[in-house]
């Protein structure tokens, strides 16, 4: 049997496959069915000590559309934090308050602090660069939806890698099935080695390179992400990266690509996708963020006990 | 049969006499009972990128009222618009996680490009200095509510006549009725040339005048706006046509306004009005806020198509 | 029969000992078990025109914990007040969208203000230096349970006694039973005169004392409250008072305290009392911030008239 009840959800590394494949498959049975009643009388603190309304309002919606209410609050400065309380303290009155805590926190292992002082389920929704394991569901699922399986895969990643946690994440759960998977970006961007060896280590076939046509007629899913100015000490340099990792409708036309090709994308994006690519048939990163409400009633509906695996 | 089913909100001019005679019926119905269970299982997305307590507040008011749910921010500051994400791909992303989308906009047709990209119904709860089409049904709903009809009413707009959308709105709605307008207001805060001629072309009798005096006793409804210091070069002209168009209960005592004369006023008030007016059979701007529950209550059941005329 | 419907919760002064010892009594009841749709169909306005997140959310979580819903604003820049409408206004039309009102803010006598205002009770939660009725509720509620009574007790008060709104509260409520007082406190920071005055004259027996050694082994109950540096014009004479308030458990194991004591703080806390306090049998202010959950159920319920006693 497999059963989330009480876990903690704060780094893809505490997952077994089982795990994993089992949160896949009960968020394609909360996005089938609906289940209005399933956390009734259960209710979730949303923590945001930093702002990200996109997750806030996914779980707010997964909660609430199965029956549960929500509290919380979005701004550190209207908390007693303000007051000098420790994150300790403010977490175990919380707890006192609810059936499980969604936390984000803008320092690295805050949500892991969080999970080990109170006694209910702590789910980590974002904390400094570290983990955000529900975005890495999701991202799982929608490969999984739009490709029929995650085995057997050649998926490339494409943006700054050296900094896109939500890239790492997905590389390492990903590691548990058998896909190939490549590195784009450029030389100062590329995957932290640590992650590479480790990779290696679990048998991962993969390759680093540094421009998309290398490798475009061979890729089933492009995973994309947002390479910020911030990152380069030299503006001149950010422009010439820029421009040849920004993708369109044109650059796809021009490199072969399969046409059963899917793009996703964590979003927000700025300038590295174009919108003339929202209407392909390659765009998923739309759908990939709507199923953030069926991954996520998954992952409450588990970690409150009310969904088990026989 | 009339049917809003999946229609936007954005606009008066979207709406035929036979609609707004249907939202104004089911406001009432919603008014005289319960509806505790009509929009279980819905979600309402409310995405204020301005503040608005009061809207904000009632819309929620009535999704709850009625069993629904309610998610959203208040706050453009603490969303991915802070990261430069297009509006389109906000609510795009928004879409997926409710039924349907309350978005109030500082800039002018904000409501309707949000209308254009997402497939699910929007309500626009004012965009700029443009429309509020929740806040002149209410309008309507309460003239109707307390004058027992739309015809034949004569009905004074009085204060800032050139930029109060809400008078604008609410005149040209009164259209497609039998009244007759008078427009009180300072030579430099008339009503707009062009909804003047369009109000002629459609039939509507009115006069423009600059005091109030001259018709208190014909009026049987008098709407009143805020005349915002900003809007004078001069702040002694300001001073001026402050005083002379300031209401009281003195005021009103000394013109010979009918028995039945019935005040309206948007709300927040700020010198205008005087609170002495408030315990006066004329006030009715306390019942025209609070019918912005069942009112908002009709126009969401509809639009959400749990309600329909036969 | 005891009936709070439609009252207003602003001070404690306006409750009797037997509404008290009514509000106790329904608190565990609610502590003991669900009542999740007794506030079915009821809308709770929170309006917090000052910041307190724990309360917000306590209020919050005990409204939908019974099945009522909750509307409101954290920030009073982004309401109609920030447009110069009065706080007479502001609640004037929240109380047509809502079924009670709870208030937080920052002037003296505020939530007084808001009761006279409108037809729906009120909840005061904190106003000013003056009142937190819900607070003080409470601080009875833990203390009742954990000792078993509220009679011939030994209460030392520590810290902040002159403008520790909290304490003024409590001393004031417990003068209805016989327990004995201690108030410790640095000679500047005493208990007002006026209010030591009032407890004698309802019999109360108490001690005003600089140093909790002198007591320690006497006391059934510790209520500790922040002594805030703003207090002080000099300070070094704060850090004097700081360290020689200051709780630890080895202050604890140095005293010669009662197995039995029990330690009870309304938090935030800062300094003066340390983490490894937490784990020892002494320490319920955890579970005293917790019961804010029944005993606001339990004042919810009563003032929505859905509990009475016969």
Do not use: W
């Not at 550190?76 to 403010?90: H, M, Y």
Request: aromatic share 8%; net charge neutral; charged share 25%.
């Amino acid at each position: 049997m497999v059963s989330l009840k009480d876990r903690d959800i704060i780094s893809f590394r505490d997952f077994t496959k089982e795990e994993i494949l089992y949160i896949l498959s009960l968020s394609k049975e909360m996005e089938e069915k609906a289940h209005p009643d399933l956390l009734k009388g259960k209710v979730l603190a949303t923590l945001f000590f930093e702002p990200s309304t996109r997750t806030r309002m996914s779980f707010e919606s997964a909660m609430k559309l199965m029956g549960g209410e929500v509290i919380g609050f979005v701004d550190p400065g209207a908390t007693s934090i303000a007051k000098g309380e420790s994150l300790r303290d403010t977490v175990k009155i919380v707890a006192g308050y609810a059936s499980a805590i969604v936390v984000r926190h803008f320092l690295d292992g805050a949500a892991r602090l969080v999970a080990d002082t109170v006694g209910i389920p702590v789910i980590n929704a974002g904390d400094g660069s570290n983990q955000h394991p529900t975005q890495t569901f999701l991202d799982l699922y929608t490969i999984h939806k739009t490709k029929g399986t995650l085995d057997d895969l050649a998926i490339g990643f494409i943006g700054d890698l050296k900094y896109g946690r939500t890239v790492h994440s997905l590389a390492y759960a990903l590691a548990h099935f058998r896909s190939y998977m490549y590195f784009i970006s450029p030389p100062s961007l590329r995957m932290p080695p640590d992650l590479l060896k480790e990779l290696s280590e679990r048998g991962v076939k993969f390759q680093e390179i540094t421009s998309l046509e290398e490798v475009s007629d061979r890729l089933d899913v492009l995973y994309c992400t947002r390479i910020q100015k911030e990152r380069f000490a030299d503006p001149i340099e950010y422009g010439k990266v820029k421009g040849s990792y920004h993708l369109s409708k044109a650059t796809l036309d021009r490199s072969k690509v399969k046409k059963t090709l899917k793009i996703l994308h964590p979003l927000p994006r700025v300038d590295e996708m174009d919108e003339s690519l929202d209407e392909t048939p390659y765009a998923v990163y739309f759908q990939q963020a709507h199923s953030g409400i069926p991954v996520r009633e998954a992952i409450l509906a588990s970690v409150l006990g009310v969904k088990e695996l026989d």
